[in-house]
């Protein structure tokens, strides 16, 4: 199984980003290399609440949370 991540950023700043194929703790691993490089670009992300994890450990899961640009 291939791995995919998807965000979709809407006009208010909300963020949804879902990540497939990932197996156990690895999508954890990727949300926070991702939250790294966008802090690095000057935008942090806020959770907005538990994500969402498929069960048994299997691949995928969700998160959500709001842009903030470093600059404001």
Not at 9 to 23: A, H, Q, R
Not at 38 to 65: D, I, Y
């Amino acid at each position: 199984m291939s791995k995919l991540i998807i965000t979709d950023i809407d006009e208010n700043g909300n963020v949804t980003t879902d990540f497939s194929g990932f197996l156990g703790d690895a999508c954890l691993e990727e949300e926070h290399r991702l939250r790294r490089e966008l802090a690095e670009c000057g935008m942090f992300l806020t959770p907005r609440g538990p994500g969402e994890r498929k069960q048994g450990g299997k691949a995928g899961g969700s998160t959500n949370g709001r842009v903030q640009n470093g600059s404001s």
